[in-house]
């Protein structure tokens, strides 16, 4: 599902654009995602969703996604029982004005035009599942689903050099802004508004997660969480009866999904599982076992390192953004192939056991980084305070990579900079601009990626340095790496993405448990295994399973993918990004059997060339077109 919509603001200036026009180029960028397209238009606004506008009024409403609470709203409001979801909309505004996205429960992008008072509002679902990106000049705002329905109305093409430098460091673009200039992100929790005078959009915050720790026994989170889960699936279930399917690796959260599932639904259930052929370590004998264990259709599809780096191009069109992490590229290899496989078994709603880590335990790098932040407070205060200090950054820094607990007082208060240590190829944002050419560094400025966390943890209410880190993650990875990687390529085949475990109920109620409750340095997914480890629903084997990314893992540094990604990376050199002997001590080193740290990068890079190729060198690109032969040209 899909919106986007044109608003012609400032009564004073004239602006030349059709908004029909251009609200209908941006609709024909996001068609894969839902065929059917519904215009409504009125003076001085354009607007296009999925949804017919059955009732026409002083308000408009568009939305792409699921309002869950749609029923209890219509009860409240004193509506029909048969009443459009547009018009319960519509009501909550009149009865709440701005504050009605705070009665929402669900995931949803919304675009509500008062015309009476000549006003509009965009929203965005409290997790951030349903994109939603904007560009303003000082006549016209532009909104949509995606960024490149926005290049179909703003032609110029600009890179952001801040935004660019974030991405590079961070393997997705975590602030605001994004990868071209004059394109922003609305982000999740927010409303944006715009009024005829208005000289630029007003931004509010109408929601955040708040950790306000509650501490009670242990069976009352046992018992609330498997409820609120149970609900959490059960509403995103669809009520016509449709094949739903399960992306599953056999570990223990896509598991949890699939048996809860079969649990709640009467109707036909897939599984469907993406392996990488040749991968002696694969996860799909797990998966298999449990399709077999709870009965369900079982599909699987096989993919080589040439028809992966054949799709790069691909995920990149869809993603709308690159990365640099060998992690990260296998992550959406692999929602790629499984989005590729579900769509031609017929099935448009699908499951996936996303967002554990975002409640409970952290991403590893960050359930790493607590605990040697625990482990450090075990050193004597002598060591920390003197003798760390007195040591030589080098040598600190040998040791630390050996001894990750040996911090100074204050590397241990410096979150922002451990989390990047932890969480980006380039070890520290200083070694990674040291990598840059002049101009790159001459465009990027004083600018530093690290602020974005700082901003996000001013506005942590969190005191403790577990759930600080939850928090960054939940805004950051959770937001910008996940989402965009399940919703994108899923909705590339347009394919409903149902996510549970991120459901807002599940997400406030982690936020409210002891870190001792929801966490165990001995033990990853410690809560869930905790409660359902004999509540007879999993079989045997899933708690045998040690911890594994669900990702796709390639040796691409022989044969036809080596020799694709060489020659892309070699163009690079032309962009003047980096210094010409980084690029160079890059592909020497992937050139090399022996290889070394330098080539672990090829595959980013190669990604980062792509993403220019596409969304800066052939603005008229279509996705015909997206082939590396083409990109060669």
Same mark, same amino acid.
């Given at each position: ?6 608003? !012609? ?11 029909? *026009? ?13 065929? @059917? ?19 026409? *009024? ?6 792409? =996604? ?15 029982? #048969? ?16 504050d ?5 429960d ?6 509500l ?9 965009? =929203? ?5 599942? &349903? ?5 303003? #000049? $000082? ?17 110029e ?6 935004s ?17 200039? =004059?394109?922003?992100e ?8 715009? $009024? ?37 699936v ?10 739903? =399917? ?20 009467a ?13 002696? #370590? ?12 709870? @009965? ?6 096989f993919?080589?390192?040439?028809e ?65 932040? @625990? ?23 040998a ?5 990750s607990y040996l ?20 070890y ?8 840059? *050419?002049?101009?790159m560094k ?9 602020n ?32 965009? +990687? ?37 033990d ?14 999993f ?9 594994? $990314? ?10 036809p993918?080596l ?9 690079? &050199? ?10 160079? *001590? ?10 070394? !740290?330098? !080539? ?17 060198d052939?603005?008229? +690109? ?12």
């Amino acid at each position: 599902m899909f919106i986007a919509g044109a608003y !012609r603001y400032n009564g004073n200036k004239e602006c030349p654009q059709s908004l029909n *026009s251009t609200v209908s180029l941006m609709a024909q960028a996001l068609l894969h995602r839902n065929k @059917h397209c519904y215009y409504t238009e009125d003076g001085n606004i354009c607007l296009v969703s999925n949804n017919e506008q059955k009732e026409f *009024s002083d308000l408009i409403v568009v939305y792409s =996604g699921q309002i869950f609470n749609i029923d209890e709203l219509k009860t409240k409001l004193s509506l029909a029982a #048969d009443s459009s979801c547009e018009a319960a909309l519509k009501a909550a505004y009149k009865r709440w004005d701005c504050d009605f996205v705070n009665h929402l429960d669900g995931e949803f992008a919304l675009a509500l035009y008062d015309k009476s008072n000549h006003k509009l509002i965009l =929203g965005r679902d409290r997790a951030g599942l &349903k994109p939603l990106f904007y560009y303003y #000049d $000082d006549a016209l705002i532009l909104f949509a689903s995606e960024i490149k329905a926005l290049l179909e109305a703003k032609k110029e093409r600009k890179i952001n050099a801040a935004s660019l430098h974030s991405a590079i460091l961070f393997s997705s673009v975590y602030s605001r802004e994004h990868l071209i200039e =004059g394109i922003y992100e609305l982000r999740a929790g927010h409303i944006l508004i715009m $009024d005829f005078q208005g000289k630029t959009p007003a931004l509010h915050k109408y929601w955040d997660r708040v950790f306000n720790i509650a501490s009670r026994p242990f069976p009352y989170y046992e018992r609330e969480f498997k409820r609120l889960i149970s609900m959490a699936v059960k509403k995103r279930l669809p009520s016509n009866g449709a094949k739903v =399917g399960i992306s599953t690796s056999g570990g223990i959260d896509s598991t949890l999904v699939l048996a809860l599932v079969k649990e709640l639904y009467a109707g036909p259930i897939e599984t469907y599982t993406a392996i990488a052929e040749g991968d002696l #370590d694969t996860e799909y004998r797990e998966a298999r076992l449990g399709a077999r264990n709870f @009965h369900t259709k079982h599909q699987e599809i096989f993919v080589n390192a040439d028809e992966a780096i054949q799709n790069f191009p691909k995920i990149i069109w869809h993603t709308g953004e690159f990365s640099m992490q060998y992690q990260i590229i296998g992550a959406a290899l692999q929602t790629y192939f499984t989005a590729k496989l579900a769509a031609q078994c017929g099935c448009n709603c699908i499951f996936t056991g996303n967002g554990v880590e975002h409640n409970f335990d952290g991403n590893f790098p960050q359930r790493h980084l607590y605990r040697s932040y @625990h482990d450090s407070k075990k050193i004597p205060k002598v060591i920390q305070d003197k003798l760390m200090l007195l040591l030589p950054e080098k040598v600190r820094w040998a040791l630390k990579r050996k001894y990750s607990y040996l911090w100074t007082p204050e590397e241990m208060n410096n979150i922002e900079e451990s989390y990047i240590l932890r969480n980006t190829p380039w070890y520290t944002e200083s070694r990674l601009k040291s990598f840059y *050419s002049e101009s790159m560094k001459n465009a990027v400025g004083t600018y530093n990626a690290k602020n974005i966390l700082s901003e996000y943890l001013k506005e942590c209410t969190a005191q403790d340095y577990f759930n600080k880190l939850l928090y960054i993650d939940f805004k950051t990875w959770n937001s910008r790496r996940n989402l965009v +990687i399940n919703e994108r390529l899923f909705g590339a085949f347009g394919i409903q993405v149902q996510i549970p475990f991120l459901d807002i109920d599940v997400i406030q109620f982690s936020s409210a448990m002891p870190v001792a409750i929801k966490h165990s340095f001995k033990d990853s997914k410690y809560f869930i295994k905790k409660i359902y480890k004999n509540a007879g629903i999993f079989p045997p084997h899933v708690f045998r399973k040690g911890k594994r $990314d669900s990702i796709l893992r390639f040796n691409y540094f022989k044969g036809p993918a080596l020799e694709v990604m060489l020659h892309f990376v070699s163009q690079l &050199k032309k962009r003047n990004l980096f210094k010409e002997s980084f690029i160079e *001590s890059v592909l020497s080193a992937s050139k090399d059997q022996k290889g070394g !740290r330098e !080539r672990d990068y090829l595959p980013g890079l190669f990604n980062l060339e792509l993403w220019l190729r596409i969304f800066i060198d052939h603005p008229n +690109i279509t996705d015909e077109n997206l082939t590396l032969d083409y990109l060669a040209q």
